[in-house]
């Protein structure tokens, strides 16, 4: 008998599956409230690993305006009539003390202006024949407090030159859930110095650079409005807001749009009972986002046209562009046959249909390991029987996790076949007309031989030097050109070769399956099973 076309019928439970989810619909009336808490946790943050780049970085070189302040390190250096090479510091009075020339008032000094003002007092004492050099060589460190929103609140060292990042980056960041990217305070003496926005910085490059001091508070305020972003965006984030909303343009300029986006859906969570619109993009730019907004970017176009590749037998082309909604009967109407094409045989592959097969596929492997790896015995020597035996299986498992299924839909001969719809990226295979028949898996030599008119099951494998030792000859596999299978079970009793007869055709492939020695009758049901898996969506015989 053959297989059912499950794997015909799985594509369309999928092809139904997602074009429900991605149809237009009203929202059910639950409470909201939950499913945002949910969003807010897992959702990242714009900007979120902004801090990821400051932690272990220490900004110690000095621009020109740079302010001297007390603590910072001079390097002098004086040649000619008087030499000298010191390094000073600036005392608690803002000065430094040269010798022989006494102290200079450096305090607020600008690092542009350094070498001018030492100079000017140098000259003073000595008028000519002294030659200088002044640098700043090095900052007092400096502490700063660091609240409010953030993972670890604490005291922080670090350079009067460094920016407000890197003590972030120190606190171990903003916390996401809850903290300001647009609202972040530098306190000193208990009046705001100044205030930052993150946003600025991620987005244009630009930042406030403040000469910081010892004893300013860095204070993260908590966040105001959050909308979440998702679908065909380049960042699928929450970005924060200040004030009563944010036009979704602004917001889609921050997230980044994809070419193919068409229409926005926004869900409402501010009311008792959530509501839902869907716009087109170009027409919603200027709708405002309130809080607890949720937006969905989608692709809600009409397909046009759609391309199919056609290998095989024939004398075409290799890619055709059809209008959406074309069938088989409709592309075969266009192709060039030749002699050798055999249109009875016709093959069909669809991505999607190969990476629903692999899903189920890797569930069995996961769940055959599971099996493997949870049997218990109750003899040491049991044990060593089933260690060997789990071996052999996971490396099975293995190899088997690194076959591709082909994704075949089964076509038969159903007399509605040439009906079925094509989509964008299926691949159609004319096979040639042969008068060839392959026997692989556990037999001696595989091969492939011509076809004989008489010959049974049996005789082709005995023309392939027989069963070898890991052959299950219990149950044989007949692959046919079009990729339906034709399962083969002996039982005794009804030919002398205990074998239902088979009818083989040009073209099929007989596939021995590996014997599965194994002593628990659960472990043999389950790796039979898998093996067969493989078999079936992969075109592979994967022994033991």
């Given at each position: 008998?053959?297989?059912?076309?499950?794997?015909?019928?799985?594509?369309?439970?999928v092809?139904s599956a997602?074009?429900?989810?991605?149809a237009?619909?009203?929202?059910?009336?639950?409470?909201?409230?939950?499913?945002?808490?949910?969003?807010?946790?897992i959702?990242?943050?714009?900007?979120?690993?902004?801090?990821?780049?400051?932690?272990?970085?220490?900004?110690?070189?000095?621009?020109?305006?740079?302010?001297?302040?007390?603590?910072?390190?001079i390097?002098?250096?004086?040649w000619?009539?008087?030499e000298?090479?010191?390094?000073?510091?600036v005392?608690?009075?803002?000065?430094?003390?040269i010798?022989?020339?006494?102290?200079?008032k450096?305090?607020?000094?600008?690092?542009?202006?350094?070498?001018?003002?030492?100079?000017?007092?140098?000259?003073?004492?000595?008028?000519?024949?002294?030659?200088?050099?002044?640098?700043?060589d090095?900052?007092?460190?400096?502490?700063?407090?660091?609240?409010?929103?953030?993972?670890?609140?604490?005291l922080y060292?670090?350079?009067?030159?460094?920016?407000?990042?890197a003590?972030?980056?120190?606190?171990g960041?903003?916390?996401?859930?809850?903290?300001?990217?647009?609202?972040?305070?530098?306190k000193r003496?208990?009046?705001?110095?100044?205030v930052?926005?993150?946003?600025?910085?991620?987005?244009?490059?630009?930042?406030?650079?403040?000469q910081?001091?010892?004893?300013?508070t860095l204070?993260?305020?908590?966040?105001?409005?959050v909308?979440?972003?998702?679908?065909?965006?380049?960042?699928?984030?929450?970005?924060?807001?200040?004030?009563?909303?944010?036009?979704?343009?602004?917001?889609?300029?921050m997230v980044?749009?994809?070419?193919?986006a068409?229409?926005?859906?926004?869900?409402?969570?501010?009311?008792?009972k959530?509501?839902?619109?869907?716009?087109?993009?170009?027409d919603?730019k200027?709708?405002?986002?309130?809080?607890?907004?949720?937006v969905?970017?989608?692709?809600?176009?009409?397909?046009?046209?759609?391309?199919?590749?056609v290998?095989?037998?024939?004398?075409g082309?290799?890619?055709?562009?059809?209008?959406?909604?074309s069938t088989?009967?409709s592309?075969?109407?266009?192709?060039q046959?030749n002699?050798r094409?055999?249109?009875?045989?016709?093959?069909l592959?669809?991505?999607?249909?190969?990476?629903?097969?692999?899903?189920v596929?890797?569930?069995s492997?996961?769940?055959?390991?599971?099996?493997?790896?949870?049997?218990?015995?109750s003899?040491d020597?049991?044990?060593?029987?089933?260690?060997?035996?789990?071996?052999?299986i996971?490396?099975f498992?293995e190899?088997?996790?690194?076959?591709?299924?082909r994704?075949?839909?089964l076509?038969g001969?159903s007399?509605?076949?040439?009906?079925?719809?094509?989509?964008?990226g299926?691949?159609?295979?004319?096979?040639?007309?042969t008068?060839?028949?392959?026997?692989?898996g556990?037999?001696?030599?595989?091969n492939?031989?011509?076809?004989?008119?008489?010959?049974?099951?049996?005789?082709?494998?005995?023309?392939?030097?027989?069963?070898?030792?890991k052959?299950d000859?219990?149950?044989l596999?007949?692959?046919?050109?079009?990729?339906?299978?034709?399962?083969?079970?002996?039982k005794?009793?009804?030919?002398a070769?205990?074998?239902?007869?088979a009818?083989?055709?040009?073209?099929d492939?007989?596939?021995?399956?590996?014997?599965?020695?194994?002593?628990?009758?659960?472990y043999?049901?389950?790796?039979?099973d898998?093996i067969?898996?493989?078999?079936?969506?992969?075109?592979?015989?994967?022994?033991?």
């Amino acid at each position: 008998m053959k297989f059912p076309n499950l794997i015909l019928s799985a594509a369309v439970l999928v092809l139904s599956a997602n074009a429900f989810a991605s149809a237009p619909m009203s929202e059910p009336e639950t409470a909201a409230g939950p499913e945002v808490i949910e969003k807010a946790v897992i959702k990242p943050v714009f900007g979120q690993n902004l801090f990821s780049g400051f932690r272990q970085a220490e900004f110690k070189g000095f621009n020109p305006n740079y302010k001297l302040a007390v603590g910072d390190k001079i390097s002098l250096q004086m040649w000619g009539a008087y030499e000298a090479a010191v390094k000073l510091t600036v005392d608690a009075q803002g000065n430094i003390f040269i010798p022989q020339v006494g102290p200079v008032k450096l305090q607020g000094v600008a690092n542009k202006d350094l070498n001018a003002v030492v100079e000017k007092k140098v000259r003073s004492v000595y008028q000519k024949n002294v030659n200088l050099y002044v640098s700043l060589d090095a900052t007092e460190p400096v502490k700063l407090f660091v609240t409010g929103f953030v993972k670890s609140p604490g005291l922080y060292g670090g350079f009067s030159s460094d920016s407000l990042l890197a003590f972030l980056a120190k606190s171990g960041g903003i916390r996401p859930e809850s903290g300001s990217y647009l609202n972040i305070e530098l306190k000193r003496n208990g009046q705001t110095r100044a205030v930052f926005n993150l946003y600025d910085f991620l987005l244009k490059g630009s930042i406030e650079q403040v000469q910081l001091q010892d004893g300013d508070t860095l204070v993260v305020n908590s966040r105001q409005g959050v909308t979440y972003f998702e679908g065909l965006v380049e960042n699928p984030v929450q970005i924060e807001f200040n004030g009563s909303g944010v036009a979704l343009g602004q917001a889609l300029e921050m997230v980044g749009a994809m070419p193919e986006a068409t229409h926005v859906r926004i869900a409402r969570n501010q009311l008792s009972k959530r509501s839902v619109e869907y716009l087109p993009l170009a027409d919603a730019k200027s709708v405002l986002l309130n809080s607890g907004d949720e937006v969905t970017v989608v692709s809600d176009k009409m397909p046009g046209t759609i391309s199919v590749v056609v290998e095989g037998e024939h004398n075409g082309q290799a890619i055709y562009v059809l209008p959406y909604g074309s069938t088989i009967e409709s592309l075969i109407d266009q192709l060039q046959l030749n002699q050798r094409s055999n249109l009875e045989a016709l093959q069909l592959f669809r991505k999607e249909v190969a990476v629903r097969q692999k899903e189920v596929l890797d569930i069995s492997l996961q769940q055959l390991e599971q099996v493997t790896l949870s049997a218990r015995s109750s003899t040491d020597g049991e044990a060593k029987l089933r260690q060997a035996d789990a071996d052999s299986i996971l490396k099975f498992i293995e190899r088997a996790r690194q076959l591709k299924p082909r994704g075949q839909v089964l076509l038969g001969d159903s007399q509605k076949r040439n009906d079925v719809l094509l989509k964008d990226g299926d691949r159609l295979v004319i096979p040639g007309q042969t008068v060839l028949v392959q026997v692989h898996g556990e037999v001696m030599f595989p091969n492939a031989m011509v076809f004989r008119k008489n010959a049974d099951i049996l005789d082709y494998i005995a023309s392939a030097g027989g069963f070898n030792q890991k052959a299950d000859q219990s149950r044989l596999l007949v692959m046919h050109q079009d990729g339906t299978i034709t399962n083969i079970q002996k039982k005794g009793g009804w030919f002398a070769d205990g074998y239902a007869r088979a009818d083989i055709k040009p073209g099929d492939e007989i596939m021995v399956m590996p014997q599965v020695d194994i002593k628990s009758f659960q472990y043999t049901r389950d790796v039979i099973d898998t093996i067969y898996k493989v078999a079936l969506s992969t075109a592979v015989v994967a022994g033991l």
